[in-house]
């Protein structure tokens, strides 16, 4: 047998295509197979996306398709050149509900061992009699510690996948009926829209390797449009959050930790509401800045949305429920309405957990886990600082979800401005990061000269009070992005046309302060990248290094790394890792002028976003370490908990929260401020409440005692340890 | 013009020959020349040595050679394969004296300027007038900001330069001269010897590239033999101690601080005593082990000292002196007795200062700058632990010195044990110091079930009993080695040749328990190896490391490191370094399972033995960081006060002693010693005692009084901060 396994970049609701050839000699055929005897398509809404997968079957092959609906319905799933083939080529055209079957039999969404049974019988690889007896001996083995009702059931799936598909009858007119019309493109930028049709497309439905070179003819240096992912309409989700408006008290938490940005509150005048869609949910403004100014509306995207029901866990007055996505439909209009044609209004609100969600989020609709924290984090970032910063990206799962090719989830504002990135290799990602930096600034330096010559020489009075403002705020990103505008705008409007006015506007988009963000995970950050994130950090450059510390190498699969914590299982650790966590953000501040600082969104959201403020503000090197639980966790309940697992972590003294701001020092104020209270959640508790732990006791429980006695130890002494270190920094400040 | 210059690897006293071409087109030739116009010999003691120099001359060409000698006293100095080539290819033969020259217009050991002028004069690259105005001209340019008085004495030297050579006869009698008889070889093995013939001896008279590939097949593997160098016999110093047994209160600091292990004390007994060489100076024992037993004496190898003078700095009784090296070569006898003759004593003497001294240096007569802190700290290492260990060496200074090839500076035991010795990349030596500990412990590991056997069924006492000791000793370096010695003996007498017999003689080398050292300066360790040292650290394994650190890049030609210090002029940091030295040992204690010390011999010796011998005995990772006085830091009267500016440099808060013991905090014990006081020296003066600091206030003097003031700061501050560590760990212990 020969069998290789082809996925897509998704995290959640990913394609796979497995390709299997069945021998008994060895079989040395290139993997993807394009003339297959069988062809089964496990999730209908491959179907309906019009996925390629029936012109895999060679004439007169079988194809089977996994789906709840009656034969007459097929006409409307399965689009006109699907159904093409289907008539031309006498493919065998079965269907099964493996759906309802498992949930009949108990199996709940476990469709596959039905599919499987399916697949054997159809496809008559061997005699169907003796593949269910292979099955069943397979099942038996597999499931026998897990009691006997799992190997029944599993027995009963088996002989039920055998049987229950149902051979349809190819109309003869669908040999010839027409294509299927091409869904409607939202419209945007014409450039997007091309790129959007020529490449994402075929490439979101299992095509790329269709694609001529000529389709990446205008992206040859690698550069592809932000915003494009907006363009996926993955509909990944069953469950989407539906917004009670009455009930809502506006605090904007739900947006605050939404990985996906599909839930966004809009500040809307008069006039915008009154023009919304009919299915716009809008309310007055309760409390604060914009009350009796603005209507509010939080709006939600159902088809970008992954279902992961993380902001229905934080809202504090059960304002958001889930519901079937087909339910909220109507919502994807008012979502569209408020993201084209709501103003943004985001210089009226300050930085706060609430006012930080007015500011656009620059990524959206990643291809991330549901409910992942990196990109709540990373978002959150992108909303300080996205419309003049620059990303670095250490490969791993960030750059899996922040860059898979022409899909990017880094997007723009109505300006145009939004977060530049590029992924480098996994060691050398933050002298990536350094190198963009210096790129910049010499860029910058050079141009100062210019318009230090119009703010002192400059006959326009504007042009001048602009180019002053514009050295006033030189180093500070945010203060200068704006500076830059204004005097962009009045030399455009009043320039001399003199080399200096011609310089400014020939170099505008390099004008402005960029704030440099270095984005990896811990692999990167504490194994493999860490020689190159000390060196760098060491120099003293204003650089931001946001760690996703998820425990764990992720993206490959689950290897310890060394932010990996005592009795934690993973690859390389399967009895327990004995080591102790690496303390990154301890060995980082040894240097005394590198800001650095651990944070948790869902343990203290104002805390993360006030870490993330400084970091930008400080303009030396800054080091933020954001705990990100992870689907590698397998917390209870699912990643619908993520939130909640950060604030448990907290609370127990497992991840602790703390700033070291070296610009408090240069003012004679103590640096260090410890944001985590003393431990008072059961630690134990706490990591029974995930698998990556839990699972130890099973298989070695003694050992899993001793791991676990000596991790809450560590624990307490490395709290205890933050509390001296506060007393030591704050008799340093005293002498 | 084409220069090539061509070095051999020594560090003080090395060779340079100078391949010059000239020409009015440009010159593509290899850079090698053989058949030459003019040769120059500029050291008489490379004609003393055989170097072959005037065979490089083409016939009728011209050879010069710098020396003191008359024209009749020639023919005792040139061998006689030289002096053949002489008479038989009419080569031009000149002397000139400039040492006495150089001498007589005050420019020193300066010779150089002298011979030029004679190399233009007698070479004929351009007419001699021109040469000689051009030479002027030069040194005029140079030395203007010298004051008049350099100038002057530079064109006097370029005047006597083009006319103090003397043109020497060659007796036509040379054209059949006989060879010179080869020097005696020391007797040492028959492969050592075969190895110093065929390779190092070639090599060391830079006719390296003469030896054919067949030289080299029985090292093809890259082993070479221990204890080679004290073949060299390079007689590089001018000076060397003399030691006055009277004066001396026999506390071996002398030997203690010796780079190149040229000093040494020998314990004697009266029959040993009685039958050394008439030179010998012997001393009764005057306290302490060995007092009434014993003899003292105090052995100096004229012809391997480098001429340091750094014993006679730390001598507290002046019973050390420099005298000129031809006054005390009848001591080489002495030296060669006590070493050959004189039974090793050394389970008699402690770990002390003084006792270590009786423990063979295991690294001797290496490479190293005169006067080099590294040899010091690896010499002394090597006699706590040199009989079972294994290093892993950096490339950097420490390679060079450590290992060129055919020359191994580490040397052997009377027994056969010494380090065995790899040099590895710059970025992974720590890396490659694991794998050699991972390597020894599987195979040890692996051997330690037939140990087990033995210990539990052997039929002999003597076996059974030494197998248990073994066992019990498994994790002990010396104890296991000598428990080692005892198990093989035993087998190897009364064994009964049984498969696990059979195992333990078969590997009896790799029995004993080794001490991995992982070596290199801090540019390996504080930035291109760092990833990798720390990645290895944290792994929790027995390795020992230990950074020479000379805070600077000195084999490259001293580059800034993250190991140099505020204000220190390098290369990269022309008007000095702004950013602070990087806390290497704070980073490696954030692990708390990482032994880590900061040592400097010269400030407090028995801190260094004390901080070696608890690396060597914790069971986990060490880090050693020793200060390192480097020929690069340009010390005021230069490396004779090496040690002397170590002292210095404790005492100002420069450089701080600490030591952290995680075996202490198993015991519920403090683990954290300051061994430092509280800074008193002035800062300021020890670091303008310095030119890599001193040479600020030159070009920068405003920047210089800028940084020197912050970096006296943060001495302060790094101080109070251990002082603070201290009471932290104190309160730790004690919650």
Redesign the interface.
Known sequence: MQAYFQYDSKKTGGVTISHLRFGDKPIKSPYYISKADFVACHNPSYVDKGFKMVQDVKPGGVYLINCQWKPEELEKHIDGASRRYLAQNNIQLYTIDAIDLAIEIGMGKRTNTILQSAFFTLAKVMPAEEAVQHMKEAATKSYRKKGQDIVDMNHKAIDLGANAFVKIDVPASWADCPDTPEPEVHPDRPEVMKMVKDILTPVDKMDGDSLPVSAFVDHADGTFYLGAAAHEKRGVAVTVPRWDEGKCIQCNQCAYVCPHATIRPFALTEEEAAKAPEAAKIADWKAGKGKGVYKFAMAVSPLDCMGCGVCVGVCPTKAVTMVPREEEQPQEAVWNYMVDEVAPKEELFEMTVKGSQFHQPLLEFSGSCAGCAETSYARLVTQVCGDHMYIANATGCSSIWGGPAATSPYTRTKEGRGPAWANSLFEDNAEFGLGMYIGQKAIRDRLKSDIEFVAENGKVDSIREAAKEYLASYDDGKANELATRKLVAAVEKDGCGGEHCQAILKNKEFLAKKTVWIFGGDGWAY??????L??VL???EDVNVLVFDTEVYSNTGGQAS?ASQIGQVAQFAAAGK???K??LA??AM????VYVAQIAMGANPAQALKAIGEAVAYPGPSLIIGYAPCEMHSIKGGMTNCQAEMKKAVECGYWNLFRYNPALAAEGKNPFTLDSKAPTGSYRDFIMNEARYSALTINFPERAEELFTEAEKKAG?RF??LE??K??FE??VK?
Not at 527 to 532: A, E, K, L, T, V
Not at 590 to 593: A, E, F, H, K, S
Request: glycine residues 16%; aromatic residues 10%; proline residues 0%.
């Open positions: 194994d493999i990248g860490f020689g190159g000390d060196h060491a120099q003293g060394k004995t080591l102790a690496k303390s301890q060995i040894t240097y005394g002028y002494e205890a340890n001296l270190q007393q030591m008799q340093e002498a």
